[in-house]
């Protein structure tokens, strides 16, 4: 029996050449196995030299496209003191972007203290949810600009109407998130924690929030999102210092390179934290996967 098995593993050269050659992967295969990193950084330099090219073609006029070069000499100059002045309009760019981040992460933060605890409150008592739900799908729906002006009126021109707004954009989508992650929790969890004597507490601290989390990082990234989002609106009224302010003075003139220059350090920025919450939320729902 041995010598049989031996015999079937052996083929001859004649009958290996008689089977079916091994097809290569696809190249849509071969594309999704590269890196992330990788595809990210080609699509950001496929993007940067398309930039490129069509500036040095002229295709349109500079005052519109300006070149990268351009708008790399405004960051330099901005960065800089020149001809007695600081920067852009007496501040760095740096503290321009600095001073936004602090109105967002601020704004994002408050959102979070807010949202969390509300949409447990709306996700775990049904009265709330009737009562509160067609108010969040209303405030979810505006835009910032809609209440803008009415919280000018009412707080004035300083930081507070503008805290305040990204505050109000911020909270809905962490609070419908918080509410989508307490109604997919299985309820036989639920049920069987309460049969082995677990209070209410313990129920939503040991079994409702842990089901929840992943839905609950999603929400607040969306929340950071958002109130991303609405910083140039908010900064659009005595937004200096602020990148938004910058962009919204910038435009007045048809500084397009500053423009750009303030949008692609918002961008930057934005990723940066982007990606920083997804590490925390993947460091803290490990059992969820990389997201």
Do not use: C
């Amino acid at each position: 029996m041995a010598i049989q098995v031996q015999a079937r593993a052996t083929r001859t050269p004649r009958e290996s050449a008689q089977l079916p050659p091994r097809r290569k992967p696809s190249i849509w295969l071969r594309l999704n196995a590269l890196p992330a990193w990788l595809v990210s950084s080609i699509a950001l330099i496929g993007a940067f030299i398309a930039w490129w090219i069509v500036a040095s073609l002229q295709i349109w006029d500079p005052i519109f496209v300006p070149s990268p070069q351009s708008v790399w000499d405004k960051l330099v100059l901005t960065s800089t003191t020149h001809d007695g002045t600081l920067g852009y309009a007496g501040y760095m760019v740096w503290d321009h972007l600095r001073i936004s981040l602090t109105r967002i992460v601020s704004a994002s933060a408050i959102a979070v203290v807010i949202g969390i605890p509300l949409g447990f409150a709306i996700g775990l008592v049904p009265v709330l949810k009737h009562a509160l739900g067609p108010f969040i799908t209303f405030l979810r729906q505006l835009p910032p600009l809609a209440y803008f002006s009415l919280l000018i009126i009412w707080f004035g021109i300083d930081d507070s109407p503008k805290l305040i707004l990204l505050v109000i954009a911020a909270v809905p989508p962490i609070i419908v998130a918080t509410v989508a992650g307490l109604e997919s929790v299985n309820s036989d969890y639920v049920q069987a924690a309460r049969s082995l004597g677990s209070s209410t507490f313990n129920v939503t601290r040991r079994v409702l929030l842990p089901s929840a989390l992943p839905d609950i990082f999603t929400g607040i990234r969306l929340g950071f999102g958002v109130a991303y989002g609405s910083v140039v609106a908010a900064e659009t009224v005595n937004g200096i210092p602020g990148i938004g302010g910058m962009i919204r003075d910038a435009q007045r003139y048809n500084q397009t390179d500053t423009v750009i220059l303030g949008i692609v350090l918002l961008g930057l920025s934005g990723l940066a934290l982007e990606l920083l919450l997804k590490r925390l939320q993947d460091s803290a729902t490990p059992w969820r996967g990389h997201s």
